[in-house]
C-alpha cells in the first residue's frame, strides 16, 4: 500500500493538492494512506523550498505547486513499480 | 459623553474609511498588484532563483539572490518559512537567509505599489532602497556575529539547490505588461493623468447622489479623510460583483475555465477601465473626463488578452488566475477588516499625542515608530493603511519608515518562528539590529525630507557604512580559521 504524505500548514494550496492526489488515486483504483504533515518541523525534514509537497512513499515528488491529476497518476504508477 | 452617539461616530469613522479606500485607492493599483503576484507565484519556476542560493554561492552572487528571492516569490508566508529554513539549513547560509526574511515582507509587489499609492511614490522607494541596503546588511552581520555556528553547515552538499529553471520570455514579457498596466493606472505623471476629451452626458440626479454619499460618509479633509465620490459608489458595486462572481469563476479555475471565469474576469476589465475615467457631476448632468492613463490602461488590457491567449499554455492561464485568486482570498479580508479598525481607531487618536511624540525628526520619534511596529502585529498590507493613518494625524515622514521597516519584518509571530529554525540567541540578535537599522532608516530619510544638505545625509551614510566595513574587515582577517567547503569531497549526483 502507497503512503502519500501532504506537506503544507492547511494553506488552501495544500487542500488542493490532497484533492488532486486523492482524485488520481481513485482513479486508478488504489487504496493508499494520507497523511497530511501540517507541522513546520516535521515538513522541513523534507529536501523542499516551499510548500505544498507531495510525498509518495518518502519521496517528494512535487513541490512549490499544484501539479495536474495526470503528473500524479504517472508518479503513483510509478511508484506501484 | 452620549454613548450611543460616540459608536455610531466610531462606525461611522470606520466604514467611511473603508468605502473610501475600496473607491480611491485600490482598485487601479491593488487588482493589478494582485494579478503580478498570482503571476510571479505561478509562471516563475522556483528553481530559476534558487538555484543561486546554493552552499557554494559566491557571497556576490548569493545576497542579491537572496533579496531577489524575497521580492519575486515570496509574498505568502507558505514560500517565506521553507525556503528561509532551506537557504539557512542547506543552502548559502544564515546572511542570504536573513537578507531574504527581511526583504521579502518590504518589498514585494504588493507592498510596493500600495505604499507608492496610498502614502507617497518617495516612501515606497525610499521602503525599496532601504530594505535593499539593509536587507544585505544585516545578513553579512548575522553571518559575521556568528560565523563558526554556519561553518558546521558547510559541510553539507546543496543538492537541494541544484534544480535548474528557466523563465520563458514570452513569460517575461507578460509579466511586463502587468507591471506597465499598474503603472499607467498609477504614476502621476502629466501624460497620463492630463484629460484628453470629454463628453456630457444628461445623467440627472448623480450631483444629488454624491451629496447624500458625502453626508452618509462624512470626512474631513484635514484629518486627511476622504469623501465617497457617485464614481467611488459605482467601482465598490462593481467590486461586491467581482467577489461574487469570483467565488463561482475562480474558485474552481483549476479544473477549467467557465462561464463564470469569463464573466469575473470581464468585470474586472470593466472596473479597472472605470477607474480610470474622470467623473465629475454637474448640475446639468455627468461629465466623463478621459484622461491619459484610461487609454494606457486600455492598451496594456488589450496586449495581455492577447498575450495571455498566444503566449501562456492553458495549465499556466489557469494557475496565473488561481494564484491571483489565492492572495485576493488570503489578503484582501484581512485588509478590509484592518481598514475598518484603522477607521474607528482614527477617531479615537488625538492628533496632539502623535504630534507631540513623533511630529519631528527626532530619536525618540524614530524609536517610538519602531517600538510601535515591533509589538503590533498587523496581517500583511494593513501597515499601509496604519502608517497613512499616522501620517494624517501628523506623524513625521522619518519616524513613520521607521514604522513601515520594523513593522512588516518583526512581529511576535515572525519572529518565535525564526527562533524555532535558527535559534533564540540568533532570532533576539536579528532584532536587535532590524530595530537599529530602522530607526537609522527614519532619522536619514527624515532629515533629508526635512532638506538637510547632502553633506550631512553623506555623512550619516558613511559613518553607518564605516562601521560595516570595519566589522566587516576584522571579520575578514579572522575569516582564516573558517573550514574551507571546497576541501570537502564533493560527490556529484
Known sequence: MLTIKI?????????????????????????????????????????????????INENVVCSGRIPTQAEVTTWLADALG | ????????????GGLGNLAAYLA?????????????????????????????????????????????????????????????????????????????????????????????????VDLAFARLFLSLAFGVG?????????????????????????????????????????????????????LLTNTYGQVSLPIAGVQGLEEALFRLVPYDSSRGEEGVTAQGAVLIVLLALIGLSAWRGFENVLEGFNRWTGMTLALITSTLLVAALGMEPGAGGLTIR??????????????????????????????WLWESWRFVKQIFPLLLIGVFFVGVLRQLIRPEWIESLAGRNTLLGNLAGVAFGVFMYFPTLVEVPIANMFLGLGMHRGPLL???????????????????????????????????????????????????????IAAYLAGFLGVLALGLSIAGRRGGERPQPASQPVTDT
Open chain 1, 7 to 55: 506537506l503544507g500548514s492547511g494553506c488552501p494550496n495544500c487542500k488542493k493538492v490532497e484533492a488532486v492526489a486523492r482524485q488520481a488515486a481513485s482513479g486508478l483504483g488504489l487504496e493508499a494512506d494520507f497523511v497530511k504533515v501540517t507541522d513546520y518541523g516535521k515538513i522541513l525534514e523534507y529536501p523542499i523550498l516551499s510548500t505544498p509537497g507531495l510525498v
Open chain 2, 1 to 12: 459623553m452620549d454613548l450611543i452617539g460616540g459608536l455610531v461616530d466610531l462606525l461611522q
Open chain 2, 24 to 120: 480611491a485607492h485600490v482598485l487601479l493599483c491593488l487588482v493589478p498588484a494582485f494579478f503580478i503576484a498570482g503571476g510571479l507565484a505561478a509562471l516563475i519556476p522556483k528553481e530559476s532563483v534558487t538555484r543561486f542560493l546554493g552552499r557554494k554561492a559566491p557571497r556576490y552572487v548569493s545576497y542579491p539572490a537572496a533579496a531577489l528571492a524575497g521580492s519575486v516569490l515570496a509574498v505568502c508566508s507558505c514560500t517565506i518559512v521553507p525556503l528561509f529554513a532551506g537557504i539557512y539549513k542547506k543552502g548559502a547560509g544564515i546572511g542570504p537567509a536573513i537578507t531574504f526574511l527581511f526583504f521579502a515582507p518590504a518589498a514585494n509587489i504588493l507592498a510596493l505599489a500600495y505604499t507608492g499609492v496610498a502614502i507617497g
Open chain 2, 138 to 190: 544585516i545578513g553579512m552581520i548575522m553571518a559575521l556575529i556568528f560565523r563558526r555556528a554556519d561553518a558546521e553547515h558547510d559541510r553539507q552538499t546543496d543538492d537541494l539547490f541544484a534544480g535548474r529553471g528557466g523563465v520563458r520570455r514570452g513569460v517575461v514579457i507578460f509579466l511586463l505588461v502587468l507591471v506597465a498596466l499598474l503603472l499607467s493606472g498609477t504614476l502621476k505623471i502629466g
Open chain 2, 290 to 319: 478621459f484622461p491619459g492613463k484610461f487609454f494606457a490602461v486600455t492598451l496594456a488590457l488589450i496586449v495581455l488578452a492577447w498575450l495571455a491567449r498566444t503566449r501562456l499554455t492553458e495549465h499556466e492561464r489557469r494557475d
Open chain 2, 402 to 456: 521607521a514604522y513601515l521597516m520594523a513593522d512588516p519584518e518583526l512581529s511576535l509571530q515572525s519572529i518565535l518562528l525564526v527562533s524555532a529554525i535558527i535559534g533564540r540567541m540568533k532570532a533576539w540578535t536579528y532584532v536587535a539590529w532590524v530595530a537599529l537599522f530602522s530607526t537609522a532608516a527614519g532619522l536619514i530619510f527624515g532629515s533629508w525630507v526635512d532638506g538637510a544638505g547632502l553633506g550631512r
